[in-house]
């Protein structure tokens, strides 16, 4: 089993920034490639970025490309999303995931912390 907790969420306006954090635990960390997902209300479970196992691959969603940056320390079992020029579509619940293999159907999911971005 693989422990996500995330932190970092909060309210920002329009155009600011915040870095989400997400601390795992429970198993080898750097086995396991990490992301992030998000949902709005009222909107599916949407992909946002990945990172590899060695942090060489990082796939993001278009609409955040050249916004957020998704990095990772082995070292301190912990993933992070720096989230700038936020925008009011960005307001949603981001939820930290892993998984040996796949970044578009991890295994485990934290609970999820809310980002709002306010126009």
């Known amino acids: 089993q693989v422990q996500l907790v995330e932190s970092g969420g909060g309210l920002v306006q329009a155009g600011g920034s915040l870095r989400l954090s997400c601390a795992a635990s429970g198993r080898t960390f750097s086995n396991y490639v990490m992301g992030w997902f998000r949902q709005a209300p009222g909107k599916e479970r949407e992909f946002v970025a990945a990172?590899?196992?060695?942090?060489?691959?990082?796939p993001y969603v278009n609409s955040v490309k050249g916004r957020f940056t998704i990095s990772r320390d082995n070292a301190k079992n912990t993933v992070y999303l720096q989230m700038n020029s936020l925008k009011p579509e960005d307001t949603a619940v981001y939820y930290c995931?892993?998984?040996?293999?796949?970044?578009?159907?991890?295994?485990?999911w934290g609970l999820g912390t809310q980002v709002t971005v306010s126009s």
């Open positions: 995931t892993a998984d040996q293999n796949s970044w578009y159907k991890p295994e485990y």
């Open positions: 990172i590899s196992r060695s942090g060489q691959s990082t």
